[in-house]
């Protein structure tokens, strides 16, 4: 079966065609990140309307892209949460259209659920169960992921996300926003053993994180630097970088410790983070184990994951394909292991 995915949930708008059986047909994306630049971060109105303008030329390229037209369409998949609700709402109206019109079943999807199952894109693939590492801008989390739908939280940030350290660290340096990606290219250029930063919970037995601290930590080092010493701030950026993989990844070796599990995913827009990726890769080799990640394009947001987490549901028989829903809503607030068994009434 076709399915038609759709996500919407804050500053990109993706669109993806993917095949039950024979996985990721197509894909297209547009990311709203320049509009925002000048903002200094997501102007929520401005990311509403932003999608519908661009959501169907997107959803006539996925498909010209797949070699598809609508008719060929089996269900349609949207993200219905969390995230921002006028944001969501495009994605879901455009997909409720399209299912209604045309009779198809409608997948309402966790938008977690996505990235938690993007590394599945990949190969190698992972097999069921993995511990998921989920760092994104909005979440940091590791999940005990048993199969589709079945998850367990093992522990997750009790503050800001990482990705939210890595943008509020950057925007504190003058790098922008998006910080993450700019502040990891000046840490290149720096020498990390410079300054000494928190890590936040890296000893503690729990799973759970901390970052809020290590901001605070980066402000004052910054107050101290001299005006214009750009080495010092590579120095600190590269600092702050090693301080956030650090203590993720000693937390995920501590998740598969506490579960006996041998595979970590890694998810979300942190993963395309180049030393997260190393560190990661270099412990789980130490412990016999591996790291599977999504392919690089796919880390952030992005239809694919939507469309491909719908699929996989359907394959497991967990979606009702005869049912209609001509009523629906978003949720800009849902928790993952809610959403495990039944998400597609959202
Ligand atoms: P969300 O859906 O919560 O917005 P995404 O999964 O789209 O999150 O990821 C965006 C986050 O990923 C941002 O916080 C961004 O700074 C971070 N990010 C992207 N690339 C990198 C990188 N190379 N290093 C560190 N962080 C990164
Ligand atoms: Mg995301």
């Not at 989920?134 to 996300?161: F, K």
């Not at 922008?176 to 919970?201: M, T």
């Not at 994180?209 to 214009?228: C, D, H, Q, R, Y």
Request: net charge negative.
């Amino acid at each position: 079966m076709i399915v038609l995915g759709f996500e919407s949930s804050c500053d990109e708008t993706g669109v993806a065609v993917v095949d039950a059986d024979r996985g990721l047909l197509a894909h297209a994306l547009y990311s709203q990140i320049e509009m925002h630049q000048e903002y200094g971060g997501v102007v929520p109105e401005l990311a509403s309307r932003d999608h519908v303008r661009r959501i169907l030329p997107l959803t006539r390229q996925a498909l010209t892209d797949a070699g598809l037209t609508l008719d060929d369409v089996g269900a349609v998949a949207y993200t219905a949460g969390p995230g921002l609700a006028g944001a969501l709402l495009v994605g879901a109206s455009v997909a409720q259209a399209i299912a209604w019109s045309r009779d198809l079943p409608s997948i309402a999807i966790h938008h977690l659920e996505g990235h938690l199952l993007s590394p599945l894109l990949a190969t190698p693939r992972p097999d069921f169960p993995f511990v998921a590492l989920l760092v994104s801008g909005g979440h940091t989390q590791l999940m005990r992921v048993d199969g589709v739908g079945d998850y367990t939280l093992l522990g997750e940030t009790l503050d800001d996300a990482a990705g939210e350290a890595f943008d509020k660290s950057a925007k504190l340096m003058g790098l922008g926003y998006p910080g993450g990606p700019a502040l990891s290219r000046l840490a290149e250029q720096g020498d990390a053993s410079r300054f000494d930063l928190p890590r936040p919970k890296l000893h503690s037995p729990d799973l759970d994180f901390s970052f809020s601290g290590l901001k605070t930590a980066v402000l004052i080092k910054m107050k101290s630097l001299p005006e214009g010493d750009e080495q010092a701030k590579a120095d600190l950026a590269a600092a702050t970088q090693n301080a956030i993989v650090e203590v993720l990844v000693a937390k995920s070796v501590k998740a598969l410790q506490q579960t006996g599990l041998k595979r970590l995913v890694i998810a979300g827009g942190v993963g395309a983070n180049r030393l997260l990726r190393e560190r990661l890769a270099e412990r789980l080799t130490r412990l016999r184990g591996q790291a599977y990640f999504p392919p690089l394009e796919l880390c952030t947001d992005n239809g694919a994951m939507i469309a491909f987490a719908a699929a996989m549901r359907l394959k497991a028989g967990m979606v009702d394909v005869d049912s209609r829903n001509t009523a629906f809503t978003v949720k800009p607030r849902w928790n993952l292991e809610d959403a495990g068994k039944r998400p597609e009434v959202a």
